[in-house]
């Protein structure tokens, strides 16, 4: 079955959810139980279907990357000169080679001469830097929040980020008055460096098998366990030894809206909707909890039109009041107290990467099992750099949750 089709039948599985929603509800709005479980199914077909055609999206990608031309064609004139500056340091080929070397061969004894320019303080080895972009890029995919963000990269030490706390404005005048000085006050975020690690353990057969791709096992454990703590940081991280969270009670989005009950309204979408200034909405996203969004679904405008709206083209998400949304587990749950939806212009959100990541070899540690260990680590902080660019819903209450 093609992408399109699911999406049809998707949209079809919808309407039949609508309209079986709007036929069984009683005269206060709800459902019997027997008919919320049927409508629970009908539902959880709908998120089957949405993630069937997330996976065979991945696949349409993965089969394009793999049948991508592995050289590049000759277009020049062979005995012409051309000049290409060389890779010295991490980048060069040579570090490469005896770092992955390194990696395979328990003899540390013989340490290539080229590592040496990337020892790290810890013992550990700086990853080249071919292999730092494919780290990079698998983080990228496991870490739903990352490719909303702005990713800038830092060599030591704080970034400090110059922003803006007071803006000035203009003011009406008479003919010849004097002009009425009005300046932009600014201020200073930093961003630091935070440091998240995973241990990863190989057995020796498996490490000295030619055939088995280790940059690849090694990209993808490191995207998988790291990139879920970076997701779970950049949304409800409390700026304590991690970054600061976009959900956060200090240095997170302002509150734009708080609901009226215990549940979400149309009415509490739309002052979270215009909460957020008119510039910041054009490129505005929704962030929440698979629970806010099964909430959600169920919700409809002033119209009778349900604000939830899958899409049936390829390459348009779903949306929430005509603006794309964007799941996490790490999400606050709609309950009593939570900033349970986050809305707004997530570019404003700075995630600090500190350039090299690095990989360290544990001979010793399991060897009675078989196996080697690899430590992996990353130094990074995020921060929302300009609070106003996102707004939260709070729910109405008094948060039972333990800080």
């Known amino acids: 079955m093609t992408i399109k089709e699911l999406r049809e039948k998707r949209a079809k599985a ?8 709007d036929s069984k509800r009683n005269y206060s709005g709800l459902l019997s139980e027997e008919d919320s479980k049927t409508y629970d199914a009908m539902e959880q077909q709908i998120v089957a279907y949405g993630k069937e055609i997330e996976r065979l999206e991945r696949q349409e990608k993965l089969g394009r990357e793999m049948n991508a031309a592995t050289t590049t064609p000759l277009v020049s004139n062979p005995g012409a000169h051309t000049e290409q500056s060389e890779k010295t340091g991490i980048a060069s080929d040579s570090y490469s080679k005896a770092f992955w070397n390194n990696i395979r061969n328990r003899n540390y004894i013989d340490v290539h001469n080229d590592l040496q320019i990337g020892t790290d303080s810890e013992g550990g080895y700086l990853c080249p830097d071919e292999f730092e ?3 990079i890029e698998s983080l990228e995919e496991e870490n739903v929040f990352r490719p909303l963000a702005t990713k800038i990269q830092t060599s030591s030490g704080d970034r400090k980020i110059p922003v803006i706390t007071q803006k000035g404005e203009a003011c009406w005048m008479e003919e010849e008055e004097a002009y009425t000085l009005s300046d932009d006050s600014f201020g200073q975020i930093a961003l630091s460096a935070y440091k998240v690690g995973t ?3 190989i057995s020796e057969e498996l490490l000295n098998d030619s055939v088995f791709d280790l940059p690849s096992y090694i990209a993808k454990e490191f995207a ?5 703590k970076e997701e779970e940081a950049f949304l409800i991280g409390d700026g304590k030894g991690k970054p ?3 959900f956060a009670a200090t240095g997170g989005a302002e509150n734009g809206a708080t609901s009226a009950g215990a549940t979400i309204t149309f009415d509490d979408m739309m002052e979270l909707f215009y909460s957020l200034k008119s ?3 054009k490129k505005a996203v929704w962030l929440l909890n698979e629970q806010t969004l099964k909430a959600l679904r169920k919700v409809k405008d002033s119209n009778g039109q349900y604000i939830w709206s899958p899409s049936v083209q390829t390459g348009i998400l779903d949306t929430i009041l005509n603006r794309p949304y ?14 349970a939806i986050a809305f707004g212009d997530f570019s404003y959100y700075w995630i600090s990467d500190r350039q090299g990541r690095s990989l360290k070899r544990l001979n010793e540690l399991f060897a009675m099992n ?6 992996a680590s990353q130094r990074v902080d995020g921060k929302l750099i300009l609070p106003e660019a996102v707004k939260t819903l709070t729910i109405k209450g008094t948060s039972t949750t333990k800080a």
């Open 279 to 281: 510039p910041y909405r």
């Open 244 to 246: 600061t969270g976009i």
């Open 199 to 201: 241990a990863i353990k």
């Open 224 to 228: 998988r366990r790291i990139g879920t």
């Open 14 to 21: 919808w309407d039949d959810a609508r309209e079986f929603l």
């Open 370 to 375: 078989g196996q080697i260990g690899f430590l």
């Open 133 to 135: 972009k494919k780290l």
């Open 326 to 339: 964007v799941t996490s587990v790490y999400a606050p749950t709609p309950d009593a107290g939570n900033k």
